[in-house]
């Protein structure tokens, strides 16, 4: 499975992806503009989550 996670805010944000039926992902930096993808376990994605 494949997420692409994209800030296009003007500030910086530390965010996860929570994953139903898997392991969600790491706390990550965005920071404005910046674009990352994340390769995990099948599954569904529940939400996007402030750290």
Avoid: H
Wanted: positive net charge; glycine residues 8%.
């Amino acid at each position: 499975m494949r997420i692409e996670v994209r800030n296009t805010c003007r500030r910086r944000y530390r965010v996860k992806i929570i994953i139903a039926f898997g392991p969600d992902s790491s706390c990550w930096t965005y920071k404005s503009g910046q674009r990352r993808d994340y390769y995990g376990w099948s599954g569904r994605v529940d939400q996007l989550r402030l750290c």
